[in-house]
């Protein structure tokens, strides 16, 4: 009777440890016990594929699961698990040297907003050895990259950071740089407004934008595609989309003249420029999947224009011409796409 007694016990102790342990791991143990249970982690997963979880280039790498047992894995690597890779966001090298020839005028203070690792601001720091040079990365990998570049990162939203407690008064930045960056911000307006409200009155913003209206963006979206990659015009990490008319109604309405503009194209947009600019408007450009009428040569440029660049500076509406008032003013063209009741 007390064999049977202590075996029962014993029994019930071992279900009682295994569902315990089972818990405290995130996983079930296996009827047969603990010995035959596969070999776990303390997050409860098998330790393989805890091991391939922690390297930041797998494709659920970060990813909260409701279980710690994953059920699924993609079965190769795709450009859209950049966004749950950290590093993946840590942009090198940056845009031509030749964008500091922009510069209306020589800088005291440098802001680079969106400075990733500081490559392009260690370079306007070796041109410019007599000015501060601080940026702004919200990515703290980036971030502690760039810090032994420039004088000072602020790793933050810029939207998020205390001015006057970081010592930097109204009036002390004279020169911005925002390259590539508006179009990977929620709300680049609010970013615009902010930077109105802290720059010198005679401050200089160097600015680089993707074109959405770019021809082989359009090629690739008439043929059924919007593919988003690791970088580019469809870089994964953008959420927000412009033409140049939209870019100056940007800069315009939020405190902003342009002063400068210039742009980018690739080799094939270079190609297709180059055979088009000499003929007569209108004209008709080719592509793979459709033709498009081109009706002038301005229209021609932003076609084929891969990236536009601006110099902006602050302004009053009250001083602005009315050729330049008409950003702000003029309604916007309705849109075709979806037509008011």
Same mark, same amino acid.
């Given at each position: 009777?007390?064999?049977?007694l ?22 079930? %143990? ?25 390297d ?5 790498? =970060?990813i909260p699961?409701?279980?710690s ?12 698990? %950049? ?7 840590v942009?090198?090298? =940056? ?18 907003? =969106? ?36 004088d ?26 925002l ?29 680089? %934008? ?13 043929s ?5 990659r690791?970088w ?100 916007h ?9």
């Amino acid at each position: 009777m007390i064999g049977r007694l202590l075996k029962e016990l014993a029994r019930a102790l071992h279900h009682y440890v295994a569902f315990h342990v089972g818990r405290a791991l995130g996983r079930g %143990i296996p009827e047969k016990g603990l010995a035959g249970a596969m070999p776990v982690t303390a997050f409860g997963a098998p330790s393989s594929q805890v091991e391939r979880a922690k390297d930041p280039h797998t494709p659920t790498a =970060g990813i909260p699961r409701a279980d710690s047992r994953p059920l699924y894995w993609p079965k190769d690597d795709f450009d859209w698990q %950049i966004l749950s890779d950290p590093r993946g966001q840590v942009y090198a090298g =940056g845009p031509s040297p030749n964008l500091l020839d922009m510069l209306v005028r020589e800088p005291k203070f440098i802001l680079d907003v =969106g400075c990733s690792r500081g490559d392009f601001a260690a370079i306007a720091k070796k041109r410019f050895p007599n000015s501060k040079v601080w940026g702004v990365e919200p990515n703290k990998l980036a971030a502690e990259q760039a810090a032994a570049q420039v004088d000072r990162v602020l790793c933050h939203m810029i939207d998020e950071i205390d001015w006057n407690g970081e010592g930097v008064q109204r009036g002390d930045i004279d020169t911005v740089f925002l390259f590539d960056v508006l179009e990977h911000i929620y709300d680049p307006w609010k970013t615009l407004v902010t930077l109105r409200n802290l720059v010198s009155e005679t401050a200089q913003l160097v600015v680089s %934008i993707p074109n959405v209206r770019n021809v082989l963006l359009i090629q690739d979206l008439i043929s059924g595609y919007w593919r988003y990659r690791r970088w580019g015009l469809l870089d994964i990490t953008h959420i927000r989309f412009f033409t140049v008319k939209d870019m100056y109604r940007m800069f315009y309405q939020t405190g902003f003249r342009v002063a400068a503009s210039g742009g980018t194209q690739c080799t094939v947009s270079a190609e297709i420029f180059e055979k088009h600019r000499g003929g007569e408007y209108p004209q008709r450009v080719e592509l793979d999947s459709a033709s498009i009428t081109v009706h002038s040569l301005e229209d021609l440029i932003s076609l084929c224009t891969v990236q536009h660049q601006f110099v902006l500076q602050p302004a009053d509406y009250d001083k602005l011409p009315p050729d330049e008032r008409q950003w702000i003013d003029a309604p916007h063209p309705p849109t075709k796409a979806f037509p008011a009741d």
